[in-house]
């Protein structure tokens, strides 16, 4: 382990490994148990799922090796999923002929808490970028929006 990270801990309830921690804990919604996934002590669990009730019907199974590792790699799915997702909803392009030339046309959203900024781009089929403008991030990329910013001569759409 490097100074920075904490040494594992392999327990019933909790088992860690320095950069993912699982935590077996009550489910308040009825009588069994659920585990949670942390990433680096992150105050909020990136996963969080039912538990495999023990032998005696009333305590948790404990984790295992096994299971750790199969709960670290759900957790990652669902991170990088979430990534994936956020990215599609930030990030769209479209692509349009125009005179013969094939174009991409991006719009990339950028969030900020005092107000998402978002820019419109074109693109030749050499990824050389033809033109940037500003637009809010309310505006609707499609193909036809594309063609008509594209036919306007690349000004800022209305």
């Known amino acids: 382990m490097?100074?920075?990270?904490?040494?594992?801990?392999h327990e019933d309830r909790v088992w860690s490994d320095g950069h993912w921690t699982a935590r077996v804990i009550k489910n308040e919604d009825d009588d069994g148990w659920a585990v949670a996934?942390?990433?680096?002590?992150?105050?909020?669990?990136?996963?969080?799922?039912?538990?495999?009730?023990?032998?005696?019907?009333?305590?948790?199974?404990?984790?295992?090796?096994?299971?750790?590792?199969?709960?670290?790699?759900?957790?990652?799915?669902?991170?990088?999923?979430?990534?994936?997702?956020?990215?599609?909803?930030?990030?769209?392009?479209?692509?349009i002929t125009v005179d013969g030339r094939r174009l991409r046309v991006a719009m990339a959203i950028v969030p900020d808490e005092e107000g998402a900024t978002a820019t419109l781009s074109a693109w030749d089929e050499f990824d050389a970028e033809l033109a940037r403008v500003p637009v809010p991030p309310t505006y609707r990329l499609n193909v036809d929006s594309a063609q008509a910013w594209v036919a306007s001569g690349f000004g800022k759409p209305q």
């Open 37 to 95: 996934m942390y990433l680096d002590g992150g105050a909020e669990p990136a996963l969080v799922g039912p538990w495999t009730m023990g032998r005696d019907k009333k305590n948790p199974k404990p984790l295992d090796t096994s299971a750790f590792n199969t709960l670290v790699k759900t957790a990652k799915e669902v991170i990088r999923r979430s990534e994936q997702q956020l990215h599609a909803q930030l990030n769209k392009n479209v692509s």
């Open 2 to 9: 490097t100074p920075d990270t904490q040494e594992p801990i």
